[in-house]
């Protein structure tokens, strides 16, 4: 989103009234600079089956630091800035080789949304100017490339949220001026393919507030979509406001631009009568954050967290404080069911030139410990990650952190944050040498196995310490995409041990029963992790159909 550019002479003003980072000592994690550049900012990310991430920023941007191969180039002639560009805008990313190699849109993805369909195909949507009604594909294969449909979509997309659906396809709901939704691939084709929701023009204010909403599928099969300050409990299938949930307390908005971040807690207890679904909203800007920045006002950012269960007969919201404020945050699930806050700044919002004070230190959010607890400070990056940065967990557990560009084309001099093209992860400290002893290593079943719904399923594994009969759990993870600080389609589902049997020395066989329904897993690929005193393996990747 554009906003006011300011010129040079008055950004070096303000850095010199202002502090530049936000950094605590000490903390737990390890950082590793993995490329010094990609070529590309990492505006959007996605983790595929093949252990590959698909990662590209827009094609107006200018020139990138990547050369497309083959002489290969993008010709626009309605392009403003490069109307010839032989230069790439996304790239794969090969975790294993830590190598990566330049992939070729041909519109504008700027500010997209996506999400991965049960083959393990992404789908991606919308965009910018050209790109606003495409749909592209991206098939995971060592040699595959982008594939288009300019017009795959029956409104224009930008800033919209995608989730996938019990059924494989995926709901597209707002963007801006778009107060409404759509299903790709289409219900009918002959049939009009977008459905008013007057939510969207409930939540939209001056500042709009209310673009990429946050979306979550509840284990009812309905839709919790938060915009602004508020969410409410949708029946897409009949287009009818199931339930409105209470404003979140003091009523600051938390999406786009005064950006925060959302997660669906890990759903536990799957095989019980009524299964409980918690969302956890964190960070943002105050009111009023976004069109004070034209000023050269940057306000702190929000330093509060609001939980609450959507499946509660009276929801009520549960605040918490975080060790400081920050807006334009990524909030990564991770395998034990902790969720890292990591990324972004402690003022001003999203939007170009808007946010100031880089906030360096992760903060760990413990989900089962009590209230006022929960929250503990990591190991600081030495790279500010501003707007358009994003982070996604990886099979190994490391979190892959990168991006960051708060300007209307690549600008790396003589401004306060630089375009960012270093690619870096993040370890929390359940990877620390010191746990190898009770980390579990899984020897079966064979990775991308496929597994059906409510049924048995056996996952053996080594543990070279003493075993912990009480502390074993599995847990199966829905890798998200992500961008502008929302992982959408992130999904943990903690599945209990039914039976846990040795099967040799230090060796163990523990059985469980996978999610019931596509309601509470939508098909598709999926980590799945074994987890001993809340230390995790490396996850292996399961197909559930």
């Known amino acids: 989103m554009s906003s006011s550019f300011f010129l040079l002479p008055f950004l070096l003003f303000l850095y010199i009234l202002l502090p530049t980072t936000t950094e605590a000592g000490g903390g737990t994690g390890e950082w590793q600079l993995l490329q010094n550049s990609i070529g590309v900012v990492a505006m959007h990310m996605q983790l595929l089956h093949n252990d590959r991430v698909v990662i590209y920023d ?80 991206f098939k995971p294969c060592a040699t595959c490339d982008w594939e288009e449909n300019q017009f795959g979509l029956s409104a224009r997309r930008w800033y919209s949220t995608n989730q996938i659906l019990p059924d494989g396809k995926q709901i597209i709901i707002g963007g801006r001026r778009q107060f409404n939704y759509e299903f790709y691939p289409k219900n009918d084709a002959a049939a009009n393919n977008i459905y008013s929701l007057p939510f969207l023009v409930q939540t939209n204010d001056p500042a709009e507030n209310n673009l990429y909403p946050f979306v979550f599928l509840n284990v009812d099969g309905n839709l919790f979509i938060f915009a602004n300050n508020r969410a409410i409990l949708f029946d897409y299938s009949n ?67 609001g939980r609450i269960k959507i499946t509660d007969p009276k929801p009520k919201w549960v605040m918490e404080t975080m060790p400081g ?69 990886l099979r190994d557990g490391r979190v892959l952190v990168a991006g960051s560009n708060p300007h209307m084309g690549y600008n790396f001099s003589n401004v306060l944050f630089p375009t960012e093209l270093r690619l870096e992860t993040f370890s929390p400290s359940y990877l620390d040498p010191g746990s190898n002893s009770v980390r579990p290593i899984i020897s079966f079943p064979a990775s991308k196995s496929k597994v ?53 020395k230090s060796s163990y066989e523990v059985e469980v029963t996978t999610p019931g329904s596509p309601i509470l897993a939508p098909p598709g690929f999926y980590l799945v992790f074994v987890v001993h005193q809340d230390i995790p393996s490396q996850g292996i990747w399961v197909q559930i159909l």
């Open 452 to 504: 059906k719904y409510g049924k048995k399923l056996k996952v053996r594994f080594h543990v070279a310490a003493t075993l912990d009969r009480n502390a074993v759990s599995v847990t199966m993870l829905a890798p998200p995409f992500t961008t502008h600080s929302f992982s959408m389609n992130q999904r943990l589902l903690v599945l209990e041990p039914n039976v846990l049997n040795d099967v040799g």
């Open 239 to 305: 287009g009818k406001v199931v339930r409105t949930y209470p404003t979140i307390p003091g009523g600051d908005p938390r999406n786009y631009p005064s950006t925060g971040s959302a997660v669906l807690l890990p759903l536990r207890n799957l095989q019980g009568k009524n299964i409980e679904a918690e969302v956890l909203i964190c960070g943002g800007a105050p009111k009023g954050s976004f069109e004070k920045t034209f000023k050269g006002e940057f306000i702190g950012a929000l330093n509060t967290c």
């Open 58 to 137: 827009r094609t107006d941007f200018g020139l990138s630091k990547l050369n497309l191969p083959d002489g290969k180039c993008r010709h626009d002639p309605n392009e403003l800035v490069v109307k010839t560009d032989c230069t790439a805008h996304s790239v794969e990313y090969d975790v294993a080789g830590n190598t990566f190699r330049p992939l070729f849109v041909q519109t504008n993805v700027w500010c997209s949304s996506g999400s991965v369909a049960p083959d393990g195909t992404l789908v991606q949507t919308g965009g910018s100017y050209d790109g606003e009604r495409a749909a592209r594909i």
């Open 325 to 393: 404020g920050r807006v334009m945050s990524d909030m990564v699930m991770l395998p034990n069911g902790n969720v890292l806050i990591i990324n972004g700044a402690a003022a001003g919002s999203a939007g170009w030139e808007s946010g100031r004070n880089p906030v360096l230190n992760p903060f760990l959010y413990k989900t089962n410990n009590p209230v006022g607890s929960r929250f503990v400070m990591q190991k600081p990056s030495a790279i500010p990650r501003m707007y358009h940065s994003t982070a996604v967990l």
